[in-house]
């Protein structure tokens, strides 16, 4: 069992910057690739960005690609999503998630075992 507690969200304004911190503990954190989802009022939840056990490959969804970056600090058990250039249609409520190991991320929400509760984030225009 891992427990997933997401924090960092807030309300800012368009062009700003946020940082995501997902924090595990239960399990060993190095076990698991993890993943940063999101889901908006009335639409279904989608892929933002994953990261593998290691660290060594990561993938962003083309809406965040070269806004937001994914990364883990396994000393920590804490995987971050850096969030800049802040978009209105970035509001959502954000969520990471853990899953099995393995050198391929993780895009999509069958894939992931363990989510955290979610952190809003709002972006003003």
């Known amino acids: 069992q891992v427990q997933l507690v997401d924090t960092g969200g807030g309300l800012v304004q368009a062009g700003d910057s946020l940082r995501l911190s997902c924090a595990a503990s239960g399990r060993t954190f190095i076990n698991y690739n993890m993943g940063w989802f999101r889901q908006a009022p009335g639409k279904e939840r989608e892929f933002v960005a994953a990261i593998t056990w290691s660290g060594g490959n990561t993938e962003d969804a083309d809406s965040v690609k070269g806004r937001f970056t994914i990364s883990r600090d396994n000393a920590k058990n804490t995987v971050y999503l850096q969030m800049n250039s802040l978009k209105p249609e970035d509001t959502a409520v954000y969520y990471c998630?853990?899953?099995?190991?393995?050198?391929?991320?993780?895009?999509?929400?069958?894939?992931?075992?363990?989510w955290g509760q979610g952190t809003q984030v709002t972006v003003s225009s």
């Open positions: 998630a853990a899953g099995p190991p393995g050198n391929r991320v993780i895009v999509t929400t069958r894939g992931y075992v363990y």
